[in-house]
């Protein structure tokens, strides 16, 4: 299940947690939901890991501080370390080899 973040209080509480997946993306962005289906459905590790949607036309501070220039972009955090990022073009393998060796 994919949790939204709604408020940016809300923020540093979820990327504090030991591994959790932020996709930053817009309440018109069509490719969004398609990055999120095919993460959610093909990959081998995407149940070890917390998921969060952030809409960042709702949350401009996000935007701002975490650097968003297009969307979709997936962040994977640990411990509010940045250990991923990627924007528009996914390396679905590099993802499920990061979460494999994080929850391994």
């Not at 081998?44 to 701002?64: A, L, M």
């Given at each position: ?16 947690k ?9 309440h ?77």
């Amino acid at each position: 299940m994919v949790n939204v973040i709604e408020k940016y209080s809300d923020v540093e509480k979820v990327i504090n947690k030991e591994l959790v997946m932020v996709i930053a993306k817009t309440h018109t962005c069509y490719s969004c939901n398609s990055i999120a289906s095919i993460l959610d459905n093909s990959m081998n590790h995407f149940d070890k890991i917390d998921k969060y949607n952030i809409y960042v036309d709702d949350i401009d501070q996000f935007r701002g501080e975490y650097l968003i220039f297009s969307v979709p972009t997936v962040l994977i955090f640990s411990e509010g370390k940045e250990l991923l990022r990627q924007s528009r073009y996914f390396d679905y393998a590099k993802i499920d080899r990061l979460i494999e060796m994080f929850t391994n």
